[in-house]
């Protein structure tokens, strides 16, 4: 194994499950100490620093819920103090509201775009007075930015938002030597997909989509990790500004589709 990101510090959100949690178990598994962010289950954010220990590498949990804009001062005073310095922000804590437009209440709309939207630019703000020789900041999109499916208006136009985002800092903070990138996550085997599909009343049953993806499966989240890693190293120093779809060919696909086709699909 590789120790790429040897003293590097990498502060990921909502980093003790998931997609977070694979992450950093791999940056610290190359060498990254690791700030653990989490919101309420101090037992899962303990559990992922004592993993990145037994890997060799040091981290440390951070409780803070960004959607509080005080709790995200704390959190990068918290970083400032230990490490003085930060080498990767990673924004993935998100959570939203799966309803109707009709049915949305303007509370749904506040505390959507403060946790995905606000919460990334404004750790932007802090994370880049941190990395005072360069750096790297990648958020976590879905394709729900770029597609339209039901009751995810509220969080696919925030994660559309982050995307635009995205590329207005990435021209910003060039000349500070800090590349800005987002990836956009299809359908990947995490418990927060598993809660869409499974709580919505009269949503459509997994199978149906996995049936329409082209690598007809989900996605994992160490494809996901992986994806970020390559965009948090030195391999990814010409890249920018961009969006990097990891859907196994969701995001390209329209009808008809091949999977409601049927032989022999030629015309002589």
């Known amino acids: 194994m590789s120790r790429r990101f040897e003293e590097k510090v990498s502060l990921i959100t ?145 994660k559309a938002a982050i995307e635009a985002w995205v590329r207005y800092m990435a021209v910003e903070f060039a000349p500070r030597g800090i590349n800005v990138n987002a990836v956009n996550g299809g359908l990947i085997d995490t418990e927060s997909c598993a809660y869409f599909y499974e709580n919505v009343p009269g949503m459509a049953p997994i199978e149906s989509v996995l049936s329409k993806v082209p690598k007809g499966r989900m996605g994992t989240t160490q494809e996901v990790a992986d994806t970020i890693a390559f965009l948090l190293a030195s391999e990814s120093e010409y890249i920018t500004g961009q969006t990097l779809c990891v859907d196994g060919g969701l995001s390209v696909i329209a009808p008809p589709f091949y999977a409601d086709t049927t032989p022999p699909l030629t015309l002589t």
């Open 14 to 158: 909502g980093s003790s499950r998931g997609i977070g949690r694979t992450l950093a178990l791999t940056l610290a598994r190359e060498g990254a100490t690791v700030v653990v962010n989490y919101q309420r289950n101090a037992d899962l954010a303990a559990a992922v620093v004592r993993e990145i220990e037994s890997l060799g590498s040091r981290a440390i949990a951070v409780q803070a819920n960004v959607e509080n804009t005080d709790d995200i001062d704390m959190l990068f005073d918290r970083v400032a103090a230990e490490f003085g310095r930060l080498d990767h922000f990673v924004s993935n804590a998100a959570a939203s509201s799966f309803k109707k437009i009709a049915d949305l209440k303007a509370h749904n709309l506040d505390r959507s775009f403060d946790l995905n939207v606000r919460a990334f630019v404004l750790g932007a703000q802090r994370a880049i007075k941190l990395m005072q020789t360069g750096g790297r900041i990648a958020v976590l999109s879905s394709y729900g930015s770029i597609r339209a499916y039901p009751t995810y208006a509220n969080l696919g136009s925030n």
